[in-house]
T-cell receptor, first 114, second 113 residues
Framework: AQSVTQPDIHITVSEGASLELRCNYS??????LFWYVQSPGQGLQLLLK??????LVQGIKGFEAEFKRSQSSFNLRKPSVHWSDAAEYFC????????????FGTGTKLQVIP | NAGVTQTPKFQVLKTGQSMTLQCAQD?????MYWYRQDPGMGLRLIYY???????DKGEVPNGYNVSRLNKREFSLRLESAAPSQTSVYFC????????????FGPGTRLTVL
């Protein structure tokens, strides 16, 4: 069975500081990995995804993530956080199977202080 | 192009009442999903539909039923609401490929008293 762990429930960073959100996954084969963002009162929106090729993937809003197979990790990073980045971030692992079976992590809530 | 739409946005029910949450997508996606989101638990899959005419149980199906009315529409029904079903409900759609993006609706915030 596939699973995702986001060890940080809540993170606070200062505006302009760098950010790293952690994600560890468990899956037997090569995983499909996603980061979604949820702004308050909204649905989820895809930030970026990885399924093959270059292990460093670029996403929208200046985010990037690195797939490390040896560590079963897919951490999300941003060099300089903006106040508008305050949101909840979900890591997810997916696979084929007749439909798109996706398992979401429990989320990390990001607070940005001026 | 509206993407995924959900109605209603908010709903308050009394225990034992029934209701149907509506979802529609205009992206010609085969697969549609219903999730519930509870604090500290992420998103959990209630039911999914891999194609028109098929539906299957997800992780937490008890107390819910679904109907895939056509390729565009996928409804979620609570026959006899319970306080444990107080949650935010999201509908999503995608192609059937594991690598593809899921597109989410804005959610329905349901409170059962």
């Amino acid at each position: 069975a596939q699973s995702v762990t986001q060890p940080d429930i809540h993170i606070t960073v200062s505006e302009g500081a760098s950010l790293e959100l952690r994600c560890n996954y468990s899956y037997g084969a090569t995983p499909y990995l996603f980061w979604y963002v949820q702004s308050p009162g909204q649905g989820l929106q895809l930030l970026l995804k990885y399924f093959s090729g270059d292990t460093l993937v670029q996403g929208i809003k200046g985010f990037e993530a690195e797939f490390k197979r040896s560590q079963s990790s897919f951490n999300l990073r941003k060099p300089s956080v903006h106040w508008s980045d305050a949101a909840e971030y979900f890591c997810a692992v997916g696979r084929d199977g007749g439909y798109q079976k996706v398992t979401f992590g429990t989320g990390t809530k990001l607070q940005v202080i001026p | 192009n509206a993407g995924v739409t959900q109605t209603p946005k908010f709903q308050v029910l009394k225990t034992g009442q029934s209701m149907t949450l509506q979802c529609a997508q205009d992206m010609n996606h085969n697969s549609m999903y219903w999730y519930r989101q509870d604090p500290g638990m992420g998103l959990r899959l209630i039911y999914y539909s891999a194609s028109e005419g098929t539906t299957d149980k997800g992780e937490v199906p008890n107390g819910y039923n679904v109907s895939r009315l056509n390729k565009r529409e996928f409804s979620l029904r609570l026959e006899s609401a319970a306080p444990s079903q107080t949650s935010v409900y999201f509908c999503a759609s995608s192609t059937n490929r594991g690598t593809d993006t899921q597109y989410f609706g804005p959610g329905t915030r349901l409170t059962v008293l």
